[in-house]
């Protein structure tokens, strides 16, 4: 393998290498692959070195089961050592988990026989596989079980999609929100600098971020009136409800920490999280500034949307109070008043003590 063709790091207790054709976004396809013999490990990342994978190792089936979730995994292959070997449970408990709902496990054994097919299947396994004779063998199988996943993953996808377009055209007030959302967010990302595929995941999360308000009752989510205490704090879990609708899907992969912190706040007293400041990604930070925006300048039951300047004047007092962050706000009134008038209104809101008022509750 070359040298500056991957980077080793141990993460969640697996070894990684990944087979370097970008950074973050390059979605080359995730493998785990679980033996606990280190020659077929080693052999699997001489195998697959040059393919543009990213590639997990370990020995341990524990883990796997935690690191599954979180790596967000195309395909697991394990390999099954007979006699004493537990690869079919390692299976069932990967398959039991619903975020690995579309994460194919492959088991790869020697000369399985009928009781082994009907253990693989039981277990919830995508295939079983015997040892290769060639490595064009192995990568071919590898790739045609890889875009089975993405085919599916992508019609998935667009049914999540369009389950989101519909929660939203129920709701008078929500109309159009997802699709200007998504375009000043693409907008605002541009002029920080953003590459195409952060754009991308801009765009997407404009459509996903309030899909988890399909777990919130229609009573609270179209009341007219304030919220109680009860009906916030049901309101208060759709970012979760979302990451977790959005979670096993590929092609949200990247939209998801949008879709879980875009109520954060700087000072920590946002939800579901409650973290603070640089722990919150910035890619959430800058979508939070689009989304409150439009919140602000959008008709609501209770409220006549603000004008553009009243609500960046908003936006300015907030970032005061410590709830956003007053850079990003900065650039934002920038882009959308032009960066005198902009000045201007940083100028005003900082010669008056923020106003808790009627407006701070608008999303
Ligand atoms: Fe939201």
Redesign the pocket.
């Known amino acids: 393998m070359h040298p500056s063709a991957r980077a080793h790091r141990v993460y969640y207790g697996l070894f990684v290498i990944i087979c370097q054709y970008g950074g973050f976004h390059t979605m080359a396809a995730t493998i785990l692959f679980v033996s606990p013999d280190p020659f077929y490990r080693a052999m699997w990342e001489g195998l697959l070195s040059d393919q543009g994978y990213k590639l997990f190792t370990t020995g341990g089936a524990e883990a796997a089961f935690l690191a599954c979730p979180e790596l967000l995994l195309d395909l697991v292959v394990v390999h099954i050592l007979l006699p004493a070997d537990h690869g079919f449970e390692v299976c069932r408990r990967l398959k039991a988990d619903p975020r690995n709902r579309l994460m194919p496990v492959v088991l790869l054994m020697e000369s399985p026989g009928a009781e082994d097919f009907s253990l693989a299947r039981k277990s919830g396994a995508s295939e079983v596989w015997e040892q290769f004779h060639t490595r064009e063998e192995l990568l071919l199988r590898m790739r045609s079980i890889l875009e089975l996943k993405s085919d599916l993953d992508q019609q998935a996808a667009e049914v999540i999609i369009s389950i989101a377009r519909i929660i939203e055209s129920r709701n008078p007030y929500a109309r159009g929100h997802s699709e200007r959302l998504s375009n000043f967010a693409v907008r605002f990302g541009k002029s920080l600098g953003f590459r195409e595929d952060d754009l991308e995941v801009l765009r997407l999360a404009g459509l996903l971020?309030?899909i988890g308000n399909i777990a919130i009752p229609d009573a609270i989510l179209f009341k007219s009136g304030p919220l109680n205490r009860e009906d916030i704090r049901v309101v208060e879990r759709?970012?979760a409800e979302g990451e977790r609708i959005c979670a096993p899907f590929r092609s949200f992969r990247h939209a998801l920490p949008i879709i879980r912190y875009?109520?954060e706040r700087m000072d920590g007293s946002g939800y579901p999280d409650g973290l603070k400041g640089d722990h919150i990604p910035l890619i959430a930070k800058i979508f939070q500034v689009v989304d409150i925006c439009d919140a602000l300048t959008s008709d609501r039951p209770q409220r006549r949307g603000l004008p553009l300047p009243a609500a960046l004047t908003v936006m300015y007092e907030e970032a005061e109070m410590g709830w956003l962050d007053p850079e990003l706000v900065s650039h934002f009134a920038s882009l959308v008043i032009g960066a005198d008038h902009a000045m201007a209104l940083a100028r005003s809101c900082r010669s008056f003590p923020a106003q808790t008022g009627q407006w701070l509750k608008h999303?």
């Open positions: 971020h309030d759709h970012p875009h109520h999303s």
